[in-house]
């Protein structure tokens, strides 16, 4: 598969590290141009592309977004459209600048990110873990425990691929529900957040069955 990854910190090349090892091809870009990935582009290997933003989004039919969340306006709507788009974002007022609608809790910011990218199909997922443990605590399948890494969106083949990306690289997909139903569950704040739990107990948590 080909797969754009938008940032380039902590969570971004990891999952870029996961998915080249998986086998994948990754288009990665961060708001500061090719030039300053090099170093990246060679630790991944030859699998991987240091591009611009908006040819990371025309990559392919999968685009992780993992940017400071109050960057979410400056992604290239146009050149998103049509694709799935993986909302890794959290909204950190400290650090993003406090917003009323969602501290009031009238939107989620995967809410926001799906109006500004009215013709993705936006999927919440890779939020709710550290990036150390994204990168350290995968299980192949069959293992006795995995942890459960929640996935929300709208669009039901959109949703089904990412369920399958998640459990590419070692952990057990739990489909929370729709994008805003199902992300509210898992965003900063909530108890499941961070909490590394084993799946079953993931599902119990956010109050859903197993597929």
């Known amino acids: 598969m080909k797969i754009g990854v938008i940032g380039a910190g902590k969570v971004g090349s990891t999952l870029a590290h996961l998915y080249v090892t998986a086998g994948n091809d990754v288009a990665i870009a961060n708001s500061q141009g090719p030039d300053s990935l090099l170093d990246l582009e060679h630790q991944l290997g030859r699998h991987a592309h240091a591009v611009t933003v908006e040819e990371a989004a025309r990559y ?33 007022p400290e650090r993003d600048g406090h917003d009323a609608e969602l501290e009031r809790g009238d939107v989620t910011s995967s809410e926001l990110m799906q109006r500004h990218l009215a013709g993705s199909h936006v999927v919440k997922a890779f939020n709710a873990m550290r990036w150390d443990h994204l990168r350290d605590y995968g299980h192949s399948a069959g293992s006795n425990f995995r942890y459960g890494i929640p996935v929300s969106g709208d669009d039901p083949d959109a949703k089904w691929r990412v369920l399958d990306l998640v459990e590419e690289i070692g952990f057990e997909p739990v489909d929370a529900g729709p994008l805003v139903e199902g992300g509210r569950k898992y965003q900063p704040g909530t108890e499941v957040y961070t909490a590394d739990l084993e799946a079953d107990e993931l599902r119990a948590r956010i109050g859903v069955e197993a597929a």
């Open 60 to 92: 392919g039919d999968v685009v992780i977004v993992a940017v400071p969340f109050c960057q979410f306006e400056d992604l290239p709507a146009d050149a998103l459209a049509g694709r799935t788009v993986v909302d890794a974002t959290n909204y950190v």
